[in-house]
């Protein structure tokens, strides 16, 4: 008995200790990661507008089997349903610097932004920020300390997919 009663004091503890360190976490936390990729920008552009038609993160397709997505009106995004990821939606936009911009949103609440600028023509620059707003959201708090941790290399295989890709095609012509 006195086992589980100090159990109980140790668990009471740390759930204390979650809600009041979390409250004075930063409610927005940035990632940002520069590469450089020998490929004309209209291709670079074009790859990273492909990453929406393939849902942008492909972490959404193994957490979640149940997950179906769906395309906005518009055709500049989707909407996201699943039985472990909830609900969500993403719009983007191209820019009249043809940066281009994304919104998401998760359960209804903004969420996360994320910016891809393009600098020079070959190679390009390619620049990406991604912005997460937790709001008053303590668990997306505690998660914003492990963004980069948690994203970075998973974003860093994307661009080096995109990399190979447009490296090499230009190496055939």
């Known amino acids: 008995m006195k ?3 100090v159990l109980g004091m140790i668990v009471l503890a740390f759930i204390v200790l979650f809600f009041a360190v979390g409250t004075f976490l930063p409610k927005t936390a940035v990632l940002e990661k520069d590469y450089t990729i020998a490929a004309p920008a209209g291709r670079v552009q074009d790859a990273v507008l492909d990453l929406y038609d393939s849902h942008l993160w492909p972490i959404w397709n193994t957490e979640d089997t149940t997950i ?8 500049n995004g989707y909407r996201w349903e699943g039985s472990s990821v909830a ?3 993403c719009v983007y ?3 009249v610097d043809n940066s281009i911009w994304d919104h998401i949103s998760f359960r209804g609440q903004d969420m996360a932004e994320t910016l891809w600028r393009f600098d020079g023509d070959d190679p390009v620059k390619l620049r990406m920020t ?3 707003n937790a709001g008053k959201n303590l668990g997306a708090r505690w998660t914003n300390l492990f963004l980069g941790t948690m994203m970075g290399s998973e974003i ?3 661009i080096a997919g995109i990399k190979a890709k447009l490296e090499n095609d230009g190496l055939k012509n």
Do not use: W
């Open 156 to 158: 860093d295989h994307i």
């Open 130 to 132: 991604f912005t997460v």
């Open 3 to 5: 086992f589980l009663k």
């Open 68 to 75: 179906t997505f769906t395309p906005l009106q518009s055709g």
């Open 87 to 89: 609900f969500g939606e």
């Open 93 to 95: 936009s191209v820019g």
